[in-house]
């Protein structure tokens, strides 16, 4: 074997290990499905069925509060995504939210994904969707055909 084909199947190799880490963040969020928290006794009031956040439980002799069996979950820090992939896109990599061109400068394509800013006018997101595909970075919230994964 070449020098040349001996590079090339190493990158490829690092190509897959990095295709498997995001299939497996992909898999973890997915598999980790959380109860909707509904506040307590939402069913019993009307007053509720049009706000159904969660609040607090915080009487003295709530079942919630208490976490006793047969009684709606109460929200709690177990519920949480692990820390590595907490912030993370689908996809695998850290979301970002960019206004101008110079805040792709300290920006790696291969770590992040952008999100332009919702209060850019119409010119300057045509132009920041411009150099941040030559860049090679994913851009998630642009409208029009190949923009994601371009």
Not at 119 to 146: D, M, R
Request: with cysteine; hydrophobic share 40%; aromatic share 8%.
């Amino acid at each position: 074997m070449s020098l040349n084909s001996e590079e090339s199947i190493a990158r490829r190799l690092e190509v897959l290990r990095t295709l498997k880490a995001k299939r497996r963040i992909a898999l973890i969020k997915r598999k980790a499905k959380k109860p909707t928290f509904l506040r307590w006794l939402w069913w019993k009031f009307s007053k509720f069925e049009n706000n159904l956040k969660w609040k607090k439980p915080r009487g003295k002799d709530n079942p919630v509060r208490l976490a006793l069996k047969g009684y709606p979950p109460k929200a709690s820090a177990g519920y949480s995504l692990p820390a590595k992939i907490k912030n993370m896109h689908p996809c695998g990599l850290k979301p970002v939210v960019i206004r101008c061109t110079k805040d792709l400068e300290s920006l790696d394509p291969a770590k992040h994904v952008i999100y332009i800013a919702s209060n850019v006018g119409l010119k300057k997101k045509l132009e920041l969707i411009k150099v941040a595909k030559s860049k090679g970075f994913k851009i998630i919230n642009a409208q029009g055909e190949g923009v994601y994964g371009s």
